[in-house]
């Protein structure tokens, strides 16, 4: 997707989520986003946790099944992380029912208290949702720069 495109559709989605009635970061129910790639000859998984709280953990795991090694973290503001669930809100995340996979997996899961919603496609899908990529080229790009930068 071109650059502009995405450019238009991040202030498009602040706009609306500055307007919206969804919750803020201070009264928004204890939330987690996790965001996750891997697979292929590795089987290596990795990606980055958000909380509502602000805090931001970059994560690796051997296997689907394996615990998660801690590789870095970080704690913002939950404004600061905001964003990120006003977005998933914005595109009804929870009503998205699209799971697939292939050899490198993609991977999104949004916990509002005690339910999870996830959405995965392989590498080589292209009927994945747009802005299901988006997001996660977004979140992955900044979850690097917070936990490597802190």
């Excluded at 238009?8 to 500055?18: Q, T, V």
């Excluded at 919206?20 to 590795?42: C, P, V």
């Excluded at 958000?50 to 615990?67: I, N």
Aim: charged share 15%.
């Amino acid at each position: 997707m071109p650059t502009i495109v995405r450019f238009c559709l991040l202030i498009c989605l602040i706009a609306a989520g500055c307007s919206s009635g969804h919750h803020s970061a201070s009264s928004r129910e204890a939330s987690t986003i996790r965001i996750g790639a891997g697979g292929g000859f590795s089987g290596y998984y990795s990606g980055y946790s958000f909380k509502s709280t602000g805090e931001v953990v970059s994560w690796q795991r051997r296997s689907l099944t394996s615990p998660d090694t801690v590789l870095g973290s970080a704690t913002l503001s939950a404004d600061s992380v905001d964003f990120f669930f006003r977005y998933l809100d914005e595109v009804n995340f929870s009503a998205l029912d699209y799971l697939s996979s292939g050899n490198m997996n993609y991977s999104i899961e949004y916990t509002i208290g005690e339910k999870t919603h996830r959405v995965s496609w392989g590498d080589s899908d292209p009927s994945a949702p747009e802005e299901i990529k988006v997001f996660y080229t977004l979140a992955a790009g900044a979850g690097h720069k917070i936990t490597v930068s802190k």
